[in-house]
């Protein structure tokens, strides 16, 4: 841990997230590196919707644009996060609205508020989104997000080739056509593919991405299907909670290229339009969270390192069961080395549970995990916690109060805010027994 990071948490205690935006920005620009130059890149803003960080990744616009780079666009599944791209910069023209469940007044909002391209994964939310923008006196531009009946990769987490509430069936979709094209107030404007989640190695992804054109463009001709916008998801990986670097990508723009050039000879002019998302490697590791240790225990022969920090802090993958074991490095004083990646790791390890504050046994970040030799007081470090940090987290649970979230560029502390839950009542007192 750098010493300013100590400092930070000297003075505004723990458990607290630093947000560094150069690092975000750093993914930012590796990402479009690896990627074919027409292409636009979405920012999930379900890994961290933290205002400045989506600011960062934005930009100078929504789209193409400054901060040195090329700017994301805001890919978004609720009118909260359509609220936190607004507060970033985005106009609502520069979202794409995915989700399995948009509600009818979710969508009223939305439109109203610009949005005017949405994924749908079914006839009755084509037909929901549809209803939103007649009433609106507005056309919709629809992605057809779509489940692939089989997949390259055989690594990596599945997004598809299984029964899912996400997309329509490959399979199926003609018979589903007649339906999607008599919906009014939507057009078609093309397909959305999502197959997998952080690719083990650029093989596995190139793979999937060279499957899904192929299978995109088999569609386009074989049914007809209008093919101005094909979203090719994402799967660029990153750790989440340990050390190490994100994924890299030095074969994937030729590779792409001749893919795309092979089955959708018009990209390169737009025909159709190619995009891609990215959440957990733009944000991730541009994040760091620092916690203080509590408390060191030993039970029946086990011992038990409990944090200021748990599943309400850093749980974003505990319900899916893939956050469990994290890494925590030791705020030293020179004693430790350095890793492959250019993380330090202590010298000195022993094998406990880390345990947060939480009055429930679930609250584990790690079980019977190497760990620095640790004593209360020790401030901890945990790495690559810039996605799925607080709001992925059991915020609310047992009352404690949110971590705080610290946003720094170079030596500049740029904000410093905390998240803070309160509960507004809808009905006046008087008839809340009505």
């Given at each position: 841990?750098?010493?300013?990071?100590?400092?930070?948490?000297?003075?505004h205690?723990?458990?607290?997230y630093?947000?560094?935006?150069?690092?975000?920005?750093?993914?930012?620009?590796?990402?479009?590196?690896?990627?074919?130059?027409?292409?636009?890149?979405?920012?999930?803003?379900k890994?961290?919707?933290?205002?400045?960080?989506?600011?960062?990744?934005?930009?100078?616009?929504?789209?193409?644009g400054?901060?040195?780079?090329?700017?994301?666009r805001a890919?978004?599944?609720?009118?909260?996060?359509?609220?936190a791209?607004?507060?970033?910069g985005?106009?609502?023209?520069?979202c794409?609205?995915?989700?399995?469940?948009k509600?009818?007044?979710?969508?009223?909002?939305?439109?109203?508020?610009?949005?005017?391209l949405?994924?749908?994964?079914?006839?009755?939310?084509?037909?929901?989104?549809?209803?939103?923008a007649?009433?609106?006196?507005v056309?919709?531009?629809?992605?057809?997000?779509?489940n692939?009946?089989?997949?390259?990769?055989?690594?990596?987490?599945?997004?598809?080739?299984?029964?899912?509430?996400?997309?329509?069936?490959?399979?199926?979709l003609a018979?589903?056509?007649p339906?999607?094209?008599?919906?009014?107030?939507?057009?078609?404007a093309?397909?959305?593919?999502?197959?997998l989640?952080?690719?083990?190695?650029?093989?596995?992804?190139?793979?999937?991405?060279?499957?899904?054109?192929?299978?995109?463009?088999?569609?386009?001709?074989?049914?007809g299907?209008?093919?101005?916008?094909?979203?090719l998801?994402?799967?660029?990986?990153?750790?989440?909670?340990?050390?190490g670097?994100?994924?890299?990508?030095?074969?994937?723009?030729q590779?792409?290229?001749l893919?795309?050039?092979r089955?959708?000879?018009?990209?390169?002019?737009?025909?159709?339009?190619?995009?891609?998302?990215?959440?957990?490697?733009?944000?991730?590791?541009?994040?760091?969270?620092?916690?203080?240790?509590?408390?060191?225990?030993?039970?029946?022969?086990?011992?038990?390192?409990?944090?200021?920090?748990?599943?309400?802090?850093?749980?974003?993958?505990s319900?899916?069961?893939?956050?469990?074991?994290?890494?925590?490095?030791?705020?030293?004083?020179?004693?430790?080395?350095?890793?492959?990646?250019?993380?330090?790791?202590?010298i000195?390890?022993?094998?406990a549970?880390?345990?947060?504050?939480?009055?429930?046994?679930?609250d584990?970040?790690?079980?019977?995990?190497?760990?620095?030799?640790?004593?209360?007081?020790?401030?901890?470090?945990?790495?690559?916690a810039?996605?799925?940090?607080?709001?992925?987290?059991?915020?609310?649970f047992?009352?404690?109060p949110?971590?705080?979230?610290?946003?720094i560029?170079?030596?500049?502390?740029?904000?410093?805010?905390?998240?803070?839950?309160?509960?507004?009542?809808?009905?006046?007192?008087?008839?809340?027994?009505?």
């Amino acid at each position: 841990m750098s010493a300013r990071y100590a400092r930070l948490a000297a003075r505004h205690g723990t458990p607290l997230y630093i947000y560094d935006l150069a690092e975000a920005e750093a993914a930012r620009d590796e990402l479009f590196a690896a990627l074919p130059e027409e292409c636009e890149l979405y920012y999930a803003l379900k890994a961290n919707p933290h205002p400045g960080l989506v600011r960062a990744l934005r930009g100078g616009g929504g789209g193409r644009g400054g901060g040195g780079g090329r700017g994301c666009r805001a890919e978004i599944s609720s009118t909260g996060e359509l609220a936190a791209a607004l507060a970033a910069g985005f106009a609502g023209a520069d979202c794409l609205y995915t989700g399995p469940g948009k509600t009818d007044a979710e969508l009223r909002e939305a439109i109203g508020l610009g949005v005017r391209l949405f994924s749908t994964d079914s006839v009755t939310d084509l037909r929901r989104v549809g209803a939103a923008a007649s009433a609106q006196g507005v056309t919709a531009d629809c992605l057809l997000r779509v489940n692939s009946a089989s997949a390259s990769a055989a690594t990596s987490i599945r997004m598809t080739g299984t029964p899912s509430q996400f997309g329509f069936d490959s399979e199926t979709l003609a018979e589903t056509l007649p339906l999607l094209r008599a919906v009014a107030g939507v057009e078609l404007a093309g397909l959305h593919f999502f197959p997998l989640s952080n690719a083990r190695d650029e093989e596995s992804l190139i793979g999937e991405f060279r499957h899904t054109v192929e299978l995109a463009a088999a569609l386009s001709a074989e049914l007809g299907l209008p093919l101005r916008i094909l979203d090719l998801g994402g799967g660029f990986s990153s750790p989440y909670g340990v050390p190490g670097a994100r994924g890299r990508y030095p074969k994937l723009r030729q590779e792409l290229s001749l893919t795309l050039d092979r089955h959708l000879p018009g990209w390169r002019e737009g025909t159709p339009a190619i995009a891609f998302e990215s959440g957990r490697f733009l944000a991730g590791a541009s994040g760091t969270l620092v916690a203080s240790v509590t408390n060191v225990k030993v039970s029946r022969g086990r011992t038990f390192v409990i944090l200021d920090a748990g599943i309400n802090t850093f749980g974003g993958m505990s319900g899916l069961g893939r956050l469990m074991p994290v890494s925590v490095r030791l705020c030293d004083d020179g004693a430790d080395e350095k890793d492959g990646g250019g993380a330090t790791v202590a010298i000195n390890t022993v094998r406990a549970s880390l345990a947060g504050p939480l009055c429930t046994p679930g609250d584990l970040l790690g079980r019977e995990i190497p760990l620095p030799a640790l004593e209360p007081g020790d401030l901890v470090e945990v790495p690559n916690a810039g996605a799925y940090g607080p709001t992925a987290s059991l915020l609310l649970f047992l009352g404690r109060p949110a971590p705080l979230e610290i946003v720094i560029r170079g030596d500049e502390t740029v904000s410093v805010s905390r998240i803070e839950p309160h509960r507004r009542h809808l009905v006046p007192a008087a008839d809340r027994d009505g």
